[in-house]
């Protein structure tokens, strides 16, 4: 008797071969999947009817800041440097673990009801955001935020911080929390603090999750600072390799595009954020050619404002075209990789998800594609990229368990959880603005 | 006694002091808007409960291709000319009345369920496009696409099209169908076509849809043909003017904008196609630097793949700001501008519709904002523009009409729409294969 039968869904496996299944079967025991397959007869605890829906390996989201749920919308629409001093800094200073967890949360139903079953997360009170994770039901790498502006002591306590968290909270419920170093930037972090944070990685045998050459102005504060580019003092200083999962890697020269290469470090495209910060547009299509598994991720809720995967894969898709004037780059093929097996990958846990393969752990998704802007339907992969959001997502299975059903979350209240974010968001402003 | 009373919403106007009502009403009598504020207290025969609702003019969609809903998905991520004569025109040669029809009906419904309350339409076989409108309940400003190519026996027979178009259809369904004429574009319409075209829009005050600038490659055409860049040449012989609403105004120079601004032309902004072709960035900012009310479109399911405007608004925030490296154009406000009361000048209807002003027609939507991605509220236009999709979209009212309340369509069977949408569309891939 399996636990959980879904059939006669179109299944799109993104194994190797990626295989789609007009109609077939997925079946899953305890964490794990055990069929794949045109026709499956088993018997199951549950039986999930997929006819008219998509069955997808569950995306991943590889780069964002959960908790930031609290700060949608707070600002939008202005210069970086006065974005962050006049409004972001000055809330994240008012900030209390409590938020965190109110906001981890938000940000993990946001997830769950637009079909993203894995995330990496970087921010502050990251304990607090794994309780989070843990009561979703969602699969996360969390990692916090180092920034030490080369302070000795800062260094010393914010590297303390990321450790206890690796100590405390990998391999938490049933393995669906890993962890992660997370020195924030090369501009944030110095020489020595990447150093330390390396050498804590290796003996910790866990990823390091960074900001790279996201904008032209952190390109040329770092000109300044070490006479060379991002990219190339990162690797000067011996930091990359193939554990660095790296945000952003907007501003790149061919040259760097080589070196993450060699090193077999793992980029992540922000297209939204990239956009809305007014950053620039990464390489991607290059760094694809040059086999790069580029990963995809929203980015955090301030500046994006949403944490939708599916929106994200169609800014994906569209912004390389209009940039190279190529209508051919980042096809659509391509895009789901990108939110699927390469997410996997960059997270270090490619042997396990990204694919619906026998062996691989069940984070899967069903897309109810009998929707008008779906219709009519000739091709599954074009429609999943160009034409749903979110809210197509009808079910959500993570770790063998499910989720999400009928787009009712199981795992929690949902309606609590929106008062309380409300209310937190609201008390964390009054709070900026008492401290003025 | 009122028709419709929309009670304790979160009520934006649009009207010319963008007034935002936190907690207002919406009263409606007949196909009217008889009364907007904070608290209205009459009786009406439907009453519809708005609290944690966003009320808001309908959206105008203003360029597309409706029918072509039928083609989506069947070609992305190729290079115009292949995209065009092996997928599109095959295709398109093969199009029957009734799958028009059938097309029209799945994107008035996809429009209906994303917040579209209006939309200008050019295409084939208008007058079936007509009979789907009509019995959708939204409303349309149709053209039939005129491509004459200088041969003068097509020229007669395809104005004669157009002509007939207007006749028949302009007012029909209590004025919610207009007409317009539709001479494509400069490269496929002879001057002569134009002239004619411009004369008969004036005898029958209709305006004219067409395409101005969308490409590199047709500005290559016109200069060679011509010797004048689109706009100028379009200038040069008489063509602009008020009444002409231009669809994608991509490939402008400085001069040419000045010419659009100083002749009232509408040009409309189709931001996700101009990506996926691949054709360039349109100067938006500066359109609207220069004093011109620019308007919002999807463009065709073929070249999108959907008809959100939402999402569209997103991607038109987004866009200019990452090609100018500035985050301050483009700002949500001048966007849900745009999708409203830009949309509806740009169809010649700024006195009747774009947003809720007592007098005008009663066309708006109740957009639902207890949403995981809708919260904390703290900037509800922010997230409309950034975090919101159509299917948030809750109520749906046209020329006071409830078409949709609750998600669920009023004026036709939405499942029976799906199923002859595919049908049609298998058929129609059946036979370009089979004249092969």
Known sequence: MADVLIK???????????HVLDRGSVVIEGDKIVSVGKEVKVRAD?????????????????????????L?????DMELDPWLKTKIWPIEKNLR?????????????????????????????????????????I????????????????????????????????????????????PHAPYTCSPECLAQVKELAKKYKVGIHT???????????????????PVEHLDAIGFLGPEVLAAHCVQLTGQEI??????????????????????????????????????LGTDGAASNNALDMFTEMKFAALLNKVDKFDPT?????????????????????????????????????????????????SNVISHLVYSATGSDVDTVIVDGKVIMQGRRVLTFEEDKVLKEAQKASDDLLARKEAAK
């Not at 039986?47 to 989201?61: E, H, T």
């Not at 949608?72 to 939008?76: I, K, L, N, S, T």
């Not at 297209?271 to 040059?290: D, H, Q, R, T």
């Open 258 to 295: 080589r070196i993450l290469h060699d090193r077999g470090v793992k980029p992540v495209h922000n297209p939204v954020s990239n956009m809305k910060i007014a950053c620039g547009v990464s390489p991607v299509p290059e760094m694809l050619a040059a086999g790069i598994p580029v990963a």
């Open 8 to 18: 006669d869904g179109r299944i799109i496996t993104m194994d190797p071969q990626r």
């Open 46 to 70: 549950t039986v999930i009817d997929a006819r008219g829906k998509a069955v997808l390996p569950g995306l991943v989201n590889a780069h964002t800041h959960l908790s930031m749920t609290l």
């Open 139 to 182: 699969r996360g790498v969390l990692s916090y935020g180092i920034i030490e502006q080369g302070d000795p002591k800062k260094r010393k306590s914010e590297i303390r911080v990321g450790e206890k968290l690796v100590k405390t909270c990998h391999g938490m419920a049933n393995g669906r929390i890993l962890t992660m170093f997370g």
């Open 329 to 377: 780059v980042m096809p659509a093929q391509s895009v789901l990789e990108m939110a699927t097996v390469n997410g996997a990958r960059a997270l270090g846990l490619g042997e396990n998800l990204g694919s619906l393969e026998v062996g691989k752990k069940a984070d899967l998704i069903l897309v109810d594609l009998r929707k008008p802007h779906l219709t009519p339907l």
């Open 211 to 229: 900001h790279i050459a996201e904008s032209k102005w952190e390109v040329g504060e770092i000109i300044k600072k070490y006479g060379k580019r």
């Open 97 to 137: 673990a409590e938020d965190c967890y109110v906001g981890a949360l938000l940000g993990c139903l946001e997830m769950i009801k637009s079909g993203t079953t894995c995330f990496a997360d970087q921010y502050f009170f990251m304990e607090d955001v794994a309780r989070a994770v843990e009561k979703a039901g």
């Open 72 to 76: 949608r919308g707070v600002a939008d």
